[in-house]
């Protein structure tokens, strides 16, 4: 495997030793593209499969809300997926049902295929690009992430491309490239706003460059554009405060064997992906002694600092609110998964085919885990209500912001004629109570992770008051009671 390119001027260094001069592709280039097609429809049957099977949930919810707002709500909220939200925009008018939702997340995830085997080929060479290409078209993070109605799918590969642009940048110093490489990533900080992780990263990995290589002047004028454009969403963020991260509460550092099951794809295939990244880790250290600083170096600091940086930067702002979400580290995954092709394709080959079968098979039987795992079932909830509901009933969500699924299948379902009378913190609980007398009966979904919550609790203690329970039924992660008034000659006040 080649591990380093010997420098020649400095303007050449950084050409790659697989480029051909001639137009017409190689037998080898031929079959790599033939591969890497069967590569791309795999990904795309793996992301196709069940989309629609499993009903939204909570975030999900936020992204139709966010989409189909007749006011655009430029909050916290908006600001974190600002892009993906005013893109799935247009996107919802062509369709609302779970399944074409998830699609605009599935297009970008399996574009990520013959993109990053285009990254790791420029970087290393056509294996390691196959490898990785394999790699991310089985990975089970990848696959369930990019099946949500979430921007995880397109923050990942605008991550990559911009990624892919930042080395041709480097390497050619064209100053297309440069542009193109804070377009993508001035995208990709709008369709997420954790991908600004992605910066630092990129910035640290120069070091590894000889010190005449490294092109201070467009490096630092790109971070400095990239900080300008991503002043609005800070701002926007800053003044939400604490809006869209109150749930973040465990301690950081007890997340990280989650983020090494997140970048590995799933628990099963963990043990093989720590055994490629020591194996990677064992490459680079040898490309760092007998190399030093140089592109080789540089290429391989490029993935390290890719993985480890964010990681460390989310840590550090811990220390002062948690903040280690392991799926925001999504945006790390192509850089995980080409560490580990590089590791695996340093193996004999008998070794490596018997390892990449087996990591595959592995990440099959996560995937099968993940289908047929249940998920908070709102549109069961809310298809158990609708066909059961009377007039004069109405509904109550708690906590009133885990409605927005109950919103989607309301509409879905043609429920808007069942009102949705959530507390509102900003109004009194007395003229709230007063409000519900007015109904016969009230169907009660409380979301299951909030039951002990002192909130939920209070509002449910009120209830008592004026109705009684009359029937419950449990869903996954939704809980449903039925409360009937209990005396029901007294309604809108009078007796």
Not at 194 to 212: D, F, G
Not at 306 to 332: E, F
Not at 464 to 473: A, P
Request: glycine share 6%; with cysteine; hydrophobic share 50%.
């Amino acid at each position: 495997m080649e591990t380093g390119r010997a420098p020649i001027q400095l303007a050449d260094q950084f050409k790659p030793a697989q480029a051909s001069s001639g137009a017409i592709p190689q037998r080898g280039d031929l079959r790599a593209y033939a591969c890497l097609a069967a590569l791309a429809g795999t990904a795309a049957l793996l992301r196709l499969l069940r989309l629609g099977a499993k009903g939204l949930w909570i975030d999900e919810g936020v992204s139709y809300l966010m989409a189909t707002a007749k006011d655009r709500p430029h909050d916290s909220f908006w600001a974190y997926q600002a892009l993906y939200h005013e893109l799935l925009r247009g996107w919802v008018r062509l369709g609302e049902s779970e399944f074409f939702l998830r699609l605009f997340s599935v297009i970008p995830s399996i574009a990520t295929i013959p993109l990053i085997y285009a990254l790791a080929k420029r970087l290393f060479d056509r294996r390691i690009g196959l490898l990785s290409a394999l790699l991310l078209a089985v990975h089970v993070a990848h696959i369930t992430y990019s099946q949500q109605a979430r921007s995880y799918g397109l923050a990942v590969f605008l991550c990559t491309l911009a990624t892919y642009f930042f080395v041709r940048a480097v390497e050619d110093a064209v100053v297309s490239d440069w542009a193109l490489y804070v377009l993508f990533s001035a995208l990709a900080v709008y369709s997420h706003l954790l991908a600004c992780l992605l910066i630092p990263a990129q910035l640290l990995s120069a070091a590894a460059l000889p010190v005449r290589a490294i092109p201070w002047r467009r490096l630092l004028l790109s971070a400095a554009i990239l900080a300008a454009v991503a002043l609005p969403l800070a701002l926007l963020i800053i003044r939400g405060g604490a809006g869209g991260t109150e749930f973040i509460s465990a301690a950081s550092y007890r997340q990280l064997p989650a983020v090494v099951t997140l970048l590995a794809g799933s628990v099963a295939t963990v043990p093989c992906y720590l055994a490629f990244w020591f194996l990677g880790g064992r490459l680079a250290v040898r490309t760092f002694s007998a190399c030093g600083r140089s592109p080789a170096s540089w290429r391989v600091a490029l993935l390290l600092s890719w993985c480890v940086v964010p990681i460390i930067l989310l840590l550090l702002v811990s220390l002062v609110k948690p903040a280690l979400v392991p799926r925001y580290l999504l945006v790390c995954v192509p850089a995980a998964v080409i560490l580990a092709a590089y590791g695996l394709a340093g193996l004999r080959l008998r070794s490596r085919v018997f390892l990449t079968a087996a990591t595959v098979l592995l990440s099959l039987l996560g995937l099968i885990y993940y289908q047929t795992r249940p998920r908070e079932d709102w549109r069961g909830a809310a298809r158990y209500v609708f066909a059961q509901a009377q007039p004069g009933d109405a509904v109550l969500v708690l906590p009133p912001y885990s409605s927005l699924p109950f919103l989607y299948y309301r509409s879905r379902f043609g429920g808007d004629a069942l009102p949705l009378e959530n507390p509102d913190d900003s109004a009194p609980r007395a003229a709230w109570l007063e409000r519900l007398a007015h109904y016969r009966r009230l169907w009660v979904l409380v979301y299951g992770r909030a039951q002990s919550d002192s909130a939920t609790r209070a509002c449910l203690s009120g209830l008592n008051r004026d109705f009684r329970l009359e029937s419950s039924r449990g869903f996954t992660m939704v809980h449903v009671q039925l409360y009937a008034r209990i005396n029901q000659g007294i309604l809108n006040g009078k007796d």
